[in-house]
Each structure stands twice: as structure tokens, then as C-alpha cells.
């Protein structure tokens, strides 16, 4: 069990009682919904109560914004949640990544039409780009960032930017509404090996970025730091269950097929900061988008 504490009963001698479960709420950032949340991470919650001997509570958040008033409140303990969210959430209530879920070929990349005669992501200047929803790790933040280490910056050489979803981009990448899209790589394979309207040498991808920070659980600065030591040596021996209660819950787990979980540091999360400030937030203080 995650706390545990003595109790001194009222008899003439003192006897160290067991350790008793606690209750603790989970949120997850890009979930809404209970009926969501037992469905997407029901089976992962079931393994976590199995490992610690607690009990963990879904505490549903309808956005970014009130997972973090319900950490500084001190209404939710934990959160699941991404590399983008971590760093403002972090900033706003000094919540502590604490356990990292490792994605397998979690990066993002540019990707273009293999007959555009674009080779080089500078040949994008002056062209519009498509790329996911805005503040994305992967599908906005990442692929501004990979831009920018090339030389083109994104607020100020591209003919635009139309964020959307990756459908919706890949299908106006095939049209030429946009001559590239900024994707996260592995998310948008998926895309492409469903399209059977063109072969998949169609496109080319002109840069890739390395792999990004993980996904992680996040503890709220209220909750002891032995609390939290306790919860990630217990995810830790009991991983293998850990991970298939995540796995299990299906379609919508996919992403984290292959996954491990890893130690991780604030200072990981510096190349995330650095893309905020590339795309005109240097404050990070802030959620953006949705």
C-alpha cells in the first residue's frame, strides 16, 4: 500500500497495526467523460489498485485547464497526461512527472508529395503547411520546432499554417491545398497504409525530429513525495501487468503499443519549453488551443 501509518490502540501496550489502503483520484488530460475513462483506462486502473493495495478514483476533467485547478485544489492526486500539457501544468501548480509511459517511434515529422519537387524543408518558405490540432506535442509543437531547426520559422516564412485533423491534412496534402503536413510519424502511417486511392511512395518525408518526451503520471504538489515513490516502485515490479491493463482497453490504446515504463526527469521536458517559445508562448504558462 502506497501510505502506510501506525496505530496505537487504547490498551496498556502499543501495537503497530497493519497498513491500511488509501483512496486517491486520477485524472487523464485528454479523456472526458467517466463512461471514457472506464472504457480507455478501466483495465489500468484495475492492475494499479491490484499493485499498490489502494484505491484509485477517476476524477473526470473536461479540459487541460481544470485538470490543473483540480491539482491546485487538491481535488485530484494524479494525472495522466503529455509532454505539451505536462510543461504548463507543471508551471501552474509545480506537479511532478513521476513515471514515464514510453511510446515506441513517438516523434513528428514533415512529410510532402514524392512528385512536389520538394526535397528540403527551406523550399517550404512562402507554402502553406497542415499540421494537427493546436498545442499538440507531436502534431503542432514538434513539427514547428523541426521547422525552425531547419531555418524556416513558422510564424514568420510560412504562407500559413491550417491545423485540422490528420485525416482531414492528409487528404489536402493528396489535393495540393497544403504543400506539407507536419504529423506525429507513427499516427499518420496509420493514415496512409489505410489509403488505398494512391500508393504509398506517393509521399516523401523530408525531416524527421528525434524521439520526443514521454507521456507520464503526474503528481499533484499536495501528495507526499514517499506517496509517489511508493506508486512508481510499485508500477515498476509489477510492470508487465501494468502494461497489459493499458494495452487492453484496445483501439484507443493503440498508440502505446510496445511500451515501457521508464524513470524520467523535469529537465527531459526543456526540449518541450523550448518549442513553446518557438512558436511564440516563451512563458509556457498557458494552455493554447483547446
Known amino acids: 500500500m502506497i501510505r502506510k501509518t501506525l496505530a496505537v490502540l487504547a490498551m496498556a501496550a502499543c501495537f503497530a497495526a497493519p497498513a491500511f489502503a488509501e483512496t486517491y483520484k486520477l485524472a487523464v488530460t485528454d479523456v472526458e467523460g467517466m463512461e471514457r475513462l472506464q472504457t480507455d483506462w478501466g483495465p489500468f486502473k484495475a492492475q494499479l489498485e491490484k499493485a ?14 481544470a485538470a490543473a485547478e483540480a491539482l491546485k485544489a487538491k481535488r485530484v492526486d494524479f494525472v495522466i497526461t503529455g509532454p505539451a500539457e505536462y510543461v504548463v501544468i507543471n508551471k501552474l501548480t509545480n506537479a511532478k512527472a513521476i513515471i514515464g509511459l ?26 502553406k503547411v497542415g499540421m494537427d490540432d493546436i498545442g499538440s506535442t507531436s502534431g503542432h509543437l514538434c513539427p514547428s520546432q ?17 491545423h485540422t485533423s490528420r485525416q482531414v491534412a492528409h487528404e489536402a496534402l493528396k489535393r495540393g491545398d497544403v504543400a506539407a503536413i507536419g504529423v506525429n510519424y507513427n499516427s499518420w502511417l496509420s493514415v496512409r497504409n489505410k489509403d488505398k486511392s494512391v500508393p ?22 499536495h501528495v507526499d513525495q514517499e506517496v509517489a ?8 515490479k509489477n510492470k508487465a501487468q501494468i502494461i497489459d491493463g493499458i494495452l487492453s482497453a484496445g483501439d484507443e490504446q493503440e498508440k502505446y503499443r510496445g511500451m515501457d515504463l521508464v524513470a524520467l526527469k523535469d529537465s ?14 516563451p512563458q509556457f504558462g498557458e494552455f493554447i488551443g483547446k
Not at 514524392?114 to 527551406?122: E, H, L, N, Q, R
Open 268 to 281: 527531459d521536458y526543456d526540449r518541450v519549453r523550448a518549442m513553446y517559445v518557438t512558436i511564440g508562448y
Open 146 to 162: 523541426l521547422l525552425a531547426d531547419y531555418g524556416v520559422s513558422v510564424t514568420k516564412d510560412l504562407g500559413g499554417i491550417t
Open 102 to 127: 514510453s511510446r515506441p517511434d513517438y516523434f513528428c515529422a514533415i512529410v510532402v508529395k514524392a512528385d512536389s519537387g520538394i526535397t528540403a524543408p527551406v523550399q517550404l518558405k512562402g507554402k
Open 229 to 236: 515513490e511508493a506508486l512508481v516502485a510499485a508500477m515498476i
Open 52 to 65: 499498490t493495495g489502494d484505491t484509485f478514483e477517476f476524477f473526470p476533467v473536461a479540459s487541460r485547464t
Open 200 to 221: 504509398a511512395g506517393s509521399f516523401r518525408v523530408i525531416a524527421r525530429s528525434g524521439d520526443l518526451p514521454n507521456d507520464m503520471i503526474v503528481v499533484g504538489a
